[in-house]
Structures are given as structure tokens and as C-alpha cells.
């Protein structure tokens, strides 16, 4: 397999629109936390220059597609922290990567987990990515999600 299929010097993709209406029809958005003004998906949104990772999310019902670069493991951590607050529900999309330390830290056990079939398309993007997706939910508050029953 060709390396260059795995890296990128971009690291922000935006959210396929089917994709993100399907999970906001469940959900109803009001927060999303990693976005650049062109292709937010909500009316409320942080963007680099306010940095999601150093606010709060306390209250909101967040969406999350962040960057895909080597920072992705402290927006998980962050996602996973902030649905510890009261009223905090956060709906991840996320390279399903099992082998990967934020996975085991702070999904596996922790979150409800959606494997996504086949490969999406990025918008903007050429061609799929090259990893399955998945999405993570943290639901503030969830005794049943505390217990990994979903």
C-alpha cells in the first residue's frame, strides 16, 4: 500500500452533509467544537483561533469531526471529559483506530461506538479515506454508558 495514502498535510476534512444531518436529526446539534468558518455545521462553533480544546462544552449537544493529525488523542480525551459535565452530550466522527492509545483510554468502554460501512468521502476530498470511520458518543450523565450497556 502506498504511504502516501496514510499521510496528509491536511488535517482538518469536512463532514460529509448527509452524514452529519442523519446524526442531527438524532441528536440536534448546538455546539461544533472543531470547525473553520466555511464549513461549520452549527450556528455556535469554535474555531482554531478559539480553540475547542481550551473551552467549555458544558450544556451543549457537541458534534465533533476533529483534526486528523497527531493531536486527534487530546480532542478525545477532551470530548471524553467534557461529557463528564452535566448535560454534555459529544458525537465524534473518528478514524476507527483500535490500536491506538485515545482509543483504549478514552472510547473503548467509555462511549458508544458506530463503526461506519465502507469508507466515507471527505467533502472537498478526491477520492474515500483511506481508513474505516467511526462514530463515538459520549452521553453526559449515562449510568448505562458508565457500564459499557448501550
Known amino acids: 500500500m502506498n504511504p502516501v495514502l496514510f499521510s496528509s498535510k491536511k488535517t482538518e476534512w469536512e463532514t460529509p452533509q448527509a452524514l452529519f444531518d442523519e446524526l442531527d436529526r438524532e441528536f440536534g446539534f448546538t455546539l461544533d467544537v472543531c470547525a473553520l468558518p466555511e464549513n461549520a455545521k452549527c450556528d455556535l462553533f469554535f474555531t482554531p483561533e478559539t480553540d475547542g480544546l481550551s473551552q467549555s462544552w458544558k450544556g451543549h449537544i457537541c458534534w465533533m469531526n476533529p483534526p486528523y493529525g497527531k493531536e486527534i488523542g487530546r480532542w478525545v480525551e477532551k470530548a471524553?471529559?467534557?461529557?463528564?459535565?452535566?448535560?454534555?452530550?459529544?458525537?465524534?466522527?473518528l478514524p476507527a483506530r483500535t490500536d491506538t492509545r485515545w482509543f483504549h483510554d478514552y472510547v473503548y468502554g467509555k462511549a458508544e461506538i458506530r463503526f461506519l460501512r465502507g469508507r466515507i468521502k471527505f467533502v472537498g476530498a478526491e477520492n474515500s479515506a483511506p481508513f474505516p470511520s467511526m462514530?463515538?458518543?459520549?452521553?453526559?450523565?449515562?449510568?448505562r454508558c458508565e457500564q459499557g450497556m448501550f
Open 80 to 93: 471524553y471529559r467534557e461529557s463528564k459535565q452535566n448535560g454534555t452530550t459529544v458525537v465524534c466522527l
Open 135 to 143: 462514530i463515538v458518543i459520549y452521553r453526559g450523565n449515562c449510568p
